[in-house]
Nanobody, 123 residues
Framework: QLQLVESGGGLVQPGGSLRLSCAAA???????IGWFRQAPGKDREGVSCIARRGMSTNYADSARGRFTISRDSNSIYLQMNDLKSEDTAVYYC???????????????????WGQGTQVTVSS
């Protein structure tokens, strides 16, 4: 059983930066890891992910050029720069451990989810 624990959220001014972390002890068997977010009244959407097949890194259009996903053996990270008010949301990390047939930015199929961390971008 893989447990995911996010941290690093908070209140930041527009243009600021935050680094989210997702502790994932024992992260060895995975097929995709990702960061998702959910704003009030909206669906949960993919922000960035890494697909193990080809070790490809993917970003939503809204995140490309501003966010960077990375990982090590025990954690997953999301560096967020030039934050905007529209980035305000609860951010979740997720891990999939079975073969995927859909893009890693698609939330469907992810088996493990963290509890979420709030990111608020406001002046």
């Amino acid at each position: 059983q893989l447990q995911l624990v996010e941290s690093g959220g908070g209140l930041v001014q527009p243009g600021g930066s935050l680094r989210l972390s997702c502790a994932a002890a024992g992260l060895t068997q995975w097929t995709a890891i990702g960061w998702f977010r959910q704003a009030p009244g909206k669906d949960r959407e993919g922000v960035s992910c890494i697909a193990r097949r080809g070790m490809s890194t993917n970003y939503a259009d809204s995140a490309r050029g501003r966010f960077t996903i990375s990982r090590d053996s025990n954690s997953i990270y999301l560096q967020m720069n030039d934050l905007k008010s529209e980035d305000t949301a609860v951010y979740y990390c997720a891990v999939d451990t079975v073969t995927r047939n859909n893009p890693c930015l698609n939330r469907s199929g992810y088996r493990y989810w963290g509890q979420g961390t709030q990111v608020t971008v406001s002046s």
